[in-house]
Nanobody, 124 residues
Framework: QLQLVESGGGLVQPGGSLRLSCVAS????????IGWFRQAPGKEREGVSC????????NYIDSGKGRFTISRDNAKNTVYLQMNNLKPEDTAVYYC?????????????????WGQGTQVTVSS
């Protein structure tokens, strides 16, 4: 059974940092592009970042450029999202999801496996 499990969320003050992890079980991530998404209360889920299966191609939401870094360690079957200089507007539940393709897809519907999410709260 394909499963993704996120961790690393928590409460952090503005300007702080968190590193989210997405660990896969039941399959290897080598052939999957992995995306991070987030959903804030009352808002639609949005894409935050994505990394190709080989790790050579990445993309970020405009508000995350310069602050977020996505990376992957296929040997550990894990994808990370390093988030620095966090802002209150980054508060959301963060999800990782997998698409069986080399490149990321711009459509959330293409991502077939989703984790349960990890809460990130940025507040003083």
């Amino acid at each position: 059974q394909l499963q993704l499990v996120e961790s690393g969320g928590g409460l952090v003050q503005p300007g702080g940092s968190l590193r989210l992890s997405c660990v896969a079980s039941g399959f290897t991530l080598d052939n999957y592009a992995i995306g991070w998404f987030r959903q804030a209360p009352g808002k639609e889920r949005e894409g935050v970042s994505c990394i190709s299966s080989g790790g050579s191609s990445t993309n970020y939401i405009d508000s995350g450029k310069g602050r977020f870094t996505i990376s992957r360690d296929n040997a550990k079957n894990t994808v990370y999202l390093q988030m620095n200089n966090l802002k209150p507007e980054d508060t959301a539940v963060y999800y990782c999801a997998a698409v069986q393709d080399y490149y990321c897809s711009s459509r959330q519907a293409d991502f077939g496996s989703w984790g349960q999410g990890t809460q990130v709260t940025v507040s003083s």
